[in-house]
């Protein structure tokens, strides 16, 4: 026996086992710690190498206009936003392709960061917007909620887990994640309350943008991979968000007030300023400056860590009208779609369209209001129809939609 003990010796190297620390024993052969750690090594470095090439090579990169172009096929109107997010993502990932080429050590000028700041209504697009590039660029994305975020110690969740909901949708691969997008939406909820110095601590609003910081900016941060409170005990993975484009949108509901108060767009007096004189009040969003993101409540620090800000315009009825029908993944499309799989051709009669329009104006929930009327009038038909083998073409009529609205709209004050 002690013969046989002696003879056993590394498979890979030929060490014997009194020349090793460790000798693992395979099924057929044994290992030593010297080859173990020569082998990691080896797969680390080759790990590294291909993923940085796999990286680069799924990213699809387009230039700006290219960019624009795609995003007109799923989002109507915009134009000014989809310009300068795409000028953003562009000058973005251009540095970031820098930053892994051979050349860009010896290059002495580095880039910044462009982090963008959307200022519009709700159901303006700006969660669409963030959405289509990311599926242009074929990168990591993820939605964050910042009403959800507290100052770290207290009930709600840590900024560090907007990272781990990146890392999730990169497959937990750190390199994919370092170089996705984060759009973090209700960024106007984190707002501070309120100028004036108070007993308590603001942990959902200044303490938040506090924590927001070192992430928009760029550091290794320890991520929790299933989250930060639930399970304490978990290792934490390291993330660089140096390269991670951070998309940050809300509704500033009131920031107009700012804005007007800045243009003083006031029609008749002796104060008046003849260059804000044809400022257009229906739109004072368009007008929007850093100076008034800091007067609504976002400290200065935040702010200089978002440069790029653009705005979304309020959907008029003719915008609404074309996101009905227009886009690649307009409703209406949808439902010839939905009802097509189950054999049924539908069509929808002059005046429908724009009836579901004027309520969407009425109601003043966007884009997204258009859904709810939607399936509001085509309920009961998306229920009977799959039973119903003998209807093969439904034409809904504006009567029926009107019918069908009010009719929706009188059960729920009944519950209520």
């Known amino acids: 026996m002690a013969k046989e003990e002696k003879e056993i010796k590394c498979s890979f190297c030929g060490r014997k086992k009194q020349e090793t620390d460790v ?5 057929t052969g044994h290992i030593c710690n010297h080859c173990v750690t020569q082998a990691q090594t080896i ?4 790990l590294s190498q291909n993923s940085g090439s796999s990286l680069f090579s799924a990213l699809h990169l387009l230039k700006p206009m290219e960019i624009k172009s795609h995003l007109d096929e799923y989002v109507i109107g915009q134009d000014d936003a989809k310009k300068v997010l795409s000028v953003a993502v562009y000058n973005h990932y251009k540095r970031l392709i820098k930053s892994q080429s051979k050349t860009s050590q010896k290059d002495e000028v580095e880039l910044d960061k462009s982090n963008v700041i959307m200022v519009g209504e709700t159901g303006t697009g700006k969660t669409l917007l963030a959405r289509t590039i990311a599926k242009i660029l074929n990168v990591p994305f993820c939605i964050a909620d910042a009403t959800v975020l507290t100052e770290a110690g207290y009930v709600g ?50 303490g938040v943008q506090q924590g927001l910081l070192k992430l928009l900016e760029g550091s290794v941060v320890g991520v929790p991979p299933q989250g930060g409170r639930k399970h304490p005990e978990q290792k934490m993975i390291q993330v660089n968000t140096k390269n991670i484009l951070f ?24 104060n008046v300023n003849k260059e804000n004189a044809n400022v257009d009040s229906d739109n004072l969003l368009q007008y929007v400056s850093p100076q008034d993101l800091k007067s609504f409540g976002l400290i200065p620090e935040l702010i200089g860590r978002l440069p790029v800000l653009t705005y979304l315009n309020p959907l008029d009825a003719e915008t609404l009208r ?38 969407a104006m009425e109601f003043k929930l966007g884009a997204r209001g258009l859904r709810s009327i939607c399936e509001a009038i085509m309920m009961d038909l998306m229920f009977d129809t799959p039973s119903d083998a003998s209807v093969k073409e439904i034409n809904l009529t504006l009567r029926y939609a009107k019918d069908k609205l009010k009719k929706t709209l009188m059960n729920k004050l009944k519950a209520a």
């Open 157 to 206: 969740e840590d900024v560090e887990s907007i990272l781990s909901r990146l890392l999730q949708a990169a497959d937990f691969d750190v390199a994919a994640a370092e170089r996705g997008i984060v759009f973090i939406d209700e960024i106007d909820k984190i707002a501070r309350k309120s100028d004036n110095p108070s007993i308590t601590r603001d942990v959902s609003g200044e």
């Open 43 to 46: 797969v680390r470095d080759e």
């Open 247 to 270: 998309i940050c949108g809300g509704a500033f509901d009131g920031i107009n007030r700012s804005i007007g108060k800045r243009l003083q767009t006031q029609a008749i007096g002796y």
């Open 23 to 27: 000798l693992i024993a395979g099924i």
């Open 322 to 359: 074309r996101i009905l029908s227009e886009p690649k993944n307009a409703l209406i499309k949808q439902y010839f779609h939905l009802f097509e799989m189950d054999g049924v051709k539908i069509t929808f009669e002059k005046g429908v369209l724009d009836f579901i329009v004027e309520k």
